[in-house]
């Protein structure tokens, strides 16, 4: 076991006061087989509404609002989680779901031959993408497929996550897409969770391995659209801008 202190922070800026804003936190850590959250301390500015709740996937969220005019909003959340080994028992999932591709998930040829042995295959599948996509930060977008990102050879842990998804899904693999912290300082990160018959084990595409110690889940879903950190609506012409910064530290 280890324990790690993490502290999340999301500012948007509004280019001038917006009269509303609406938005959907997914930035909490929960605890479950692999990590236990023993503390959690949250500060928004300014004074919004947020409502406790859990999503389709059953992950934390966080929904509610402000209606007085402001043109920032500051989210931060820290706490304490403790981890343990990565493996998360089936609770009943719809595997269906992970399965299927979606439209950030879908390439036409994988270019790999299928493996029997699931773990075998995710190992695989993790090393080829390691091995012939570079990784290049700010060279796609939210909205970039697994497909693009085979084409252009290149893309940051989103769209790696995507195309181990693809590959894994085409074997006939159920995976899903996770998305959390990792140790060190930055933004959030993406890894996988594929299912080997009775676990969800995790694999990193991005660094080439099998999560092990450094990692913190915060959601899960059947890609990237289903993980947002910070959705949000807002009435008015102004424009946004969104900073994420994420620091996790052994303690």
């Given at each position: ?13 509004f280019?001038?006061?917006v ?9 909490q ?5 692999c ?6 301390h ?14 389709a996937f ?5 929904y ?17 989680v ?9 609770r009943g ?25 699931v773990?075998d ?5 993790c090393?080829?993408?390691?091995k012939?996509?570079v990784?290049?930060p ?20 989103q ?21 959390g ?5 930055g933004?959030?990160h ?8 009775y ?22 879903g059947?890609?990237a659209?289903?993980c ?9 012409l ?6 994420i ?7």
């Amino acid at each position: 076991m280890k324990r790690y202190l993490y502290n999340y922070q999301t500012v948007v800026e509004f280019s001038e006061s917006v009269p509303s804003h609406a938005v959907l936190l997914r930035c909490q850590p929960a605890s479950n087989a692999c990590q236990t959250l023993e503390q959690e301390h949250m500060v928004v500015s300014p004074d919004y509404w947020l409502q406790a709740g859990i999503d389709a996937f059953y992950n934390r969220i966080l929904y509610g609002g402000a209606t007085e005019p402001h043109k920032t909003f500051a989210y931060v959340s820290t706490g304490i989680v403790t981890t343990d080994t990565y493996i998360l028992k089936y609770r009943g999932e719809n595997l269906f779901l992970f399965k299927q591709p979606t439209t950030l998930t879908t390439v036409k040829e994988p270019l790999m031959e299928a493996t029997e042995n699931v773990i075998d295959a995710a190992y695989a599948i993790c090393n080829w993408i390691n091995k012939n996509i570079v990784y290049e930060p700010l060279c796609t977008t939210v909205e970039t497929t697994a497909a693009e990102v085979l084409e252009r050879k290149k893309g940051v842990c989103q769209d790696f996550a995507h195309l181990m998804i693809a590959f894994c899904r085409h074997q006939g693999i159920p995976a899903r897409y996770v998305n959390g912290f990792l140790v060190g300082e930055g933004e959030t990160h993406a890894w996988v969770e594929i299912f080997d018959g009775y676990n969800w084990l995790g694999f990193d595409p991005t660094h080439n391995c099998r999560i092990s110690d450094g990692y913190v889940k915060l959601a899960h879903g059947r890609d990237a659209r289903d993980c947002s950190v910070n959705r949000g609506l807002y009435t008015g012409l102004a424009n946004q801008q969104t900073t994420i910064h994420v620091t996790l530290q052994e303690i």
